[in-house]
């Protein structure tokens, strides 16, 4: 099931931190950086965050989120997670359809680090364009992607129901 999640209550930023240090360890092991920001934010910038928060749970399990903050008809995607025991069964696509679906934006963008190739693979398939890549001071490499989201046949037919 698919919902909000009340990132201000302390317990459920506990709960946000344990999957941000899974996936995004994850992702620091295959791009070979260590530093990545989310590895290091604390209970209380969960806490502090502005951006809605949505999870995917089963059976009270979390199982991966998807964390954004919206603007008229642009969303901006600001952390896709999911719990690695989890991956290749479709927790983050079903997110990314549900925040399409729901909130219905013309425009998403999103950032990965460049070397994440599975990252931008997967935002590719779900028709993301590479709009550019972005070199910071640190020499960490950014690849910024956007997707204009169509309003075509088949919208209709998505269905939000627990497994």
Request: charged share 30%; glycine share 6%; with cysteine.
């Amino acid at each position: 099931m698919i919902g909000i999640w009340n990132h201000k209550d302390s317990a459920c930023a506990k709960e946000i931190i344990k999957l941000q240090r899974s996936a995004y360890g994850e992702e620091a092991a295959w791009i070979g950086r260590k530093d990545l920001p989310p590895l290091f934010e604390t209970e209380k910038d969960i806490e502090k965050s502005g951006d809605i928060h949505l999870a995917e749970m089963e059976a009270g399990e979390l199982l991966g989120m998807l964390v954004f903050a919206m603007e008229p008809q642009v969303l901006h995607m600001h952390k896709l997670m999911v719990f690695p025991c989890h991956s290749r069964k479709r927790v983050a696509s079903h997110l990314l359809e549900f925040v399409e679906y729901t909130w219905k934006p013309e425009v998403i963008f999103v950032s990965t680090a460049s070397g994440n190739d599975p990252a931008i693979e997967f935002y590719r398939k779900h028709g993301f364009r590479i709009q550019n890549q972005e070199k910071k001071e640190d020499g960490f490499v950014l690849t910024h992607l956007m997707k204009r989201v169509s309003r075509g046949v088949g919208a209709e037919n998505i269905c939000w129901k627990e497994k």
